[in-house]
């Protein structure tokens, strides 16, 4: 089975945010980095890393090309047997 997500929106194509709103994304971003660097280490942030799906919700990728992997979802928790499964699936890619 694939799965495919709607990625309507990437955070550098946006050009203006209203105040509540930029701090939810500046905040979910942050997050998704910092779940993201707990997965690989350290890596260089950038808007086109940052997209807002279909429902509004932040998300962050690795690779600016959407279709070479998934996101991180700032709502989504990762045990560390997860993170070590999804480290071993991308060493096997």
Known sequence: MVFIEHIPLRLCNIQDIPHPEHLYVLASAL??????????????????LICVDGDGKVKVWLNPDLS?????DHDQEVSSDERNIRIEEKMVD
């Open 31 to 48: 997050d998704g980095f910092e779940k993201l660097y707990s997965f690989v280490g350290y890596f260089q942030p950038r808007e086109d």
């Open 68 to 72: 070479r992997g998934s996101s991180i």
